[in-house]
Structure formats: structure tokens, C-alpha cells
């Protein structure tokens, strides 16, 4: 079973997700929370495996929320989801920052958000790679004139290095296997071996390290 939160400061929308997530059969709402400050409090004493986060509340609002949630004493596993109005947004960037696995526009389906969750709960691969990457791309412009590459960067292989380039251009294990001519299962392997390498907890994290550090370069993600 996957365990969520579901976090956001508008009562019809927490019910309307909760009705929807509940009603899957893998699926458990363990709670909701109107506000970040609630929503901390509830993933340390719940300890859901995915948060629906919200990024605009008032108070404590969902970046500040991630933030705090991942820092939780085992929380090594948690996932959140971020949910926003637009495709391109720099809460999203701060929230993917902070360590968010990916996000979802609030007009999305009621299958986008299920299969949304799941994904996320797997750790499998950014949700819209599409937009995701765009909305990286834009800010990483914007932020990062002069990359500085992390020192950690030197201890992958080449074709550690090639792994990451294809997760960086929204490409799941199984197209990367295809892409490189080799086995998902040697995929697998090569993308923990980097996430070892990196201290990187999902590919979000792994997306937002490609472009900000120059390994990739907006623009040319290897796809």
C-alpha cells in the first residue's frame, strides 16, 4: 500500500483528492493538512510514503513544507508530489530544489494524479519530462551563468556520466537501455551506482544536478 498526505490549504480540493486516491485499491489517505506547519507535523508522526504538497499557502507554505518533511529523521524514503497551476513556475524549480521527485498541474486528470502518485512512490522517473525540463532549463538559465560542477562528478565512469545525461533528458531505464544497447537490469545498476556516487535521492535530484552543474546543457539533453 502506498501511504499519503494530501496537503492544501482548500478544503473541497483535499477532499476531492483524498475521495479519489482512497478509492485505490493500493492506495491509503493517512491524512490532510491545510498548511505547511500541519503537514510536518503530520508526515513526522504518520510517515506517509507520498505528499500531495500544495506550493501556495499562506503561513508556512509547500516549499518550506518539503523542505522541513525531507529533513525528517527517516525520511529517506519519502516522496513529494508537488502540485502547482502552471507549467512553468519558479515554486516548482525552488520545490524540485529542496528535494521534491516531481510535480503535477492541478488541472490534471483524475488517472494523471493516480498514476502521478504511483510513479512517485516508485521513485521511477520525473512525472511530464517535458515540462519538467523546460521549466529547468528556463531557471537554470537564469540562475547558473557559471556552472560549478561538483567534485563528486569526477568519480563517474564515462558511462555513468551517459546515464545521467539520458536521465536528464526525462528518459526512463527502459529507454535508456534501449538508447545505449545494453540490459534494463545494467541500467538499473549503472543509475544506483551514480546515485551512490552523487548522493542523490531520486532522478528530480539528479535532473536539477545535470543542469546546474553543466552536464548537461539546456537545451541538448542527449535526446
Given at each position: 500500500m502506498i501511504n499519503v498526505l494530501i496537503v492544501d490549504d482548500q478544503t473541497i480540493v483535499r477532499a476531492g483528492f483524498a475521495a479519489l486516491l482512497a478509492a485505490q485499491d493500493d492506495i491509503t489517505v493517512i491524512g490532510e493538512a491545510g498548511d505547511g506547519r500541519e503537514a510536518v507535523a503530520l508526515a513526522e508522526h504518520r510517515r506517509p510514503d507520498v505528499v500531495v504538497m500544495d506550493i501556495r499557502m499562506p503561513g508556512m507554505d509547500g516549499i518550506e513544507a518539503t523542505r522541513?518533511?525531507?529533513?525528517?529523521?527517516?525520511?529517506?524514503?519519502?516522496?513529494?508530489?508537488?502540485?502547482?497551476?502552471?507549467?512553468?513556475?519558479?515554486?516548482?524549480?525552488?520545490?524540485?530544489?529542496?528535494?521534491?521527485?516531481?510535480?503535477?498541474?492541478?488541472?490534471?486528470?483524475?488517472?494523471?494524479?493516480?498514476?502521478?502518485?504511483?510513479?512517485?512512490?516508485?521513485?521511477?522517473?520525473?512525472?511530464?519530462?517535458?515540462?519538467?525540463?523546460?521549466?529547468?532549463?528556463?531557471?537554470?538559465?537564469?540562475?547558473?551563468?557559471?556552472?560549478?560542477?561538483?567534485?563528486?562528478?569526477?568519480?563517474?565512469?564515462?558511462?555513468?556520466?551517459?546515464?545521467?545525461?539520458?536521465?536528464?533528458?526525462?528518459?526512463?531505464?527502459?529507454?535508456?537501455?534501449?538508447?545505449?544497447?545494453?540490459?534494463?537490469?545494467t541500467v538499473k545498476t549503472h543509475v544506483a551506482r551514480v546515485f551512490t556516487k552523487l548522493g542523490l535521492r531520486d532522478r528530480a535530484q539528479a535532473v536539477m544536478l545535470a543542469y546546474e552543474s553543466g552536464v548537461v546543457v539546456p537545451g541538448e539533453t542527449g535526446s
Amino acid at each position: 500500500m502506498i501511504n499519503v498526505l494530501i496537503v492544501d490549504d482548500q478544503t473541497i480540493v483535499r477532499a476531492g483528492f483524498a475521495a479519489l486516491l482512497a478509492a485505490q485499491d493500493d492506495i491509503t489517505v493517512i491524512g490532510e493538512a491545510g498548511d505547511g506547519r500541519e503537514a510536518v507535523a503530520l508526515a513526522e508522526h504518520r510517515r506517509p510514503d507520498v505528499v500531495v504538497m500544495d506550493i501556495r499557502m499562506p503561513g508556512m507554505d509547500g516549499i518550506e513544507a518539503t523542505r522541513r518533511i525531507l529533513a525528517l529523521p527517516g525520511s529517506e524514503n519519502v516522496r513529494v508530489l508537488v502540485l502547482t497551476t502552471f507549467d512553468v513556475d519558479e515554486y516548482v524549480y525552488d520545490a524540485l530544489a529542496v528535494g521534491a521527485s516531481g510535480f503535477l498541474l492541478k488541472d490534471a486528470t483524475a488517472d494523471e494524479l493516480v498514476s502521478a502518485v504511483r510513479v512517485v512512490a516508485r521513485g521511477d522517473s520525473l512525472l511530464a519530462p517535458q515540462v519538467t525540463g523546460r521549466l529547468i532549463r528556463e531557471f537554470t538559465k537564469q540562475r547558473r551563468s557559471r556552472p560549478q560542477a561538483p567534485s563528486e562528478l569526477s568519480t563517474l565512469t564515462a558511462r555513468e556520466t551517459e546515464v545521467l545525461v539520458l536521465i536528464a533528458g526525462g528518459l526512463s531505464n527502459g529507454e535508456i537501455a534501449q538508447r545505449l544497447f545494453v540490459s534494463e537490469h545494467t541500467v538499473k545498476t549503472h543509475v544506483a551506482r551514480v546515485f551512490t556516487k552523487l548522493g542523490l535521492r531520486d532522478r528530480a535530484q539528479a535532473v536539477m544536478l545535470a543542469y546546474e552543474s553543466g552536464v548537461v546543457v539546456p537545451g541538448e539533453t542527449g535526446s
